[in-house]
């Protein structure tokens, strides 16, 4: 079946360090991935979505990259601050061989970043 | 201006009793979407709506019951509710299905059966 893992429940950092979060899939070849953010007692909030064709997405201290070969995605937070501190969740379009509707999200369980000044 | 809001909040209410939840966007978006977040945090989808039509349902029991009056509003009525029903249920929408546009979420609704 379709899986999504992200490997790490939690993850502690120092303030200024880069954060690096994992997202590994298997049986599936999506077309896009994506990244959210939740803080507790909020909804997820969307951060960004690399295609299959990209190696790389960056925005601000954000940066993707999408490796289709070894079905991984990591999420880099670069300069991390304690205002990152929050769960991150990766997302991936349910595939059509699945059943379900094709593209509804399917999601992760999430990473607990802590980011510590 | 909220995006995509949800009524109630919080929910706490006897097993075996009814209550729907509201969701409403004023984002413009044709597709909506019910996601239920368990107590160890997994978003599971349940449902998804475009332009007023149900396109999935994701083995969920057929006491939860979608609808969809237009395009901005997607409410879930739940009946018959099961302690196993206690959750955060989430509503999102999106330009559309499968187009891969980032899903915009509600703040979510506690539910929490007694």
């Known amino acids: 079946s379709q899986k999504i893992e992200q490997n790490s429940e939690a993850l502690n950092i120092q303030e200024g360090k880069t954060a690096t979060l994992t997202c590994n899939y298997t049986?599936?070849?999506?077309?896009?991935l994506q990244w959210y953010r939740q803080d507790p007692g909020r909804g997820p909030v969307f951060l960004l979505l690399i295609r299959e064709n990209e190696k790389e997405k960056r925005k601000e201290r954000l940066k993707v990259t999408f490796d289709t070969t070894l079905k991984q995605s990591l999420f880099h937070i670069t300069a991390s601050q304690p205002a990152d501190s929050a769960t991150y969740l990766c997302?991936?379009?349910?595939?059509?061989?699945?059943?379900?509707?094709?593209?509804?999200?399917?999601f992760g369980k999430g990473t607990k970043l802590s980011v510590k000044p | 201006d909220t995006a995509v809001s949800q009524t109630p909040k919080y929910l706490v209410t006897q097993m075996g009793n009814d209550k729907s939840i509201k969701c409403e966007q004023n984002l413009g978006h044709d597709t909506m979407y019910w996601y239920k977040q368990d107590s160890k945090k997994f978003l599971k989808i349940m449902f998804s709506y475009n332009n007023k039509e149900l396109i999935i349902n994701e083995t969920v029991p057929n006491r939860f019951s979608p609808k969809s009056p237009d395009k901005a509003h997607l409410n879930l009525h739940i009946n018959s509710l099961e302690l196993g029903d206690s959750a955060v249920y989430f509503c999102a929408s999106s330009p559309g299905l499968g187009t891969g546009y980032g899903y915009t979420f509600g703040s979510g609704t506690r539910l929490t059966v007694v």
């Open positions: 997302a991936l379009p349910r595939g059509w061989n699945y059943g379900g509707s094709q593209g509804n999200l399917i």
């Open positions: 049986n599936y070849s999506p077309a896009y």
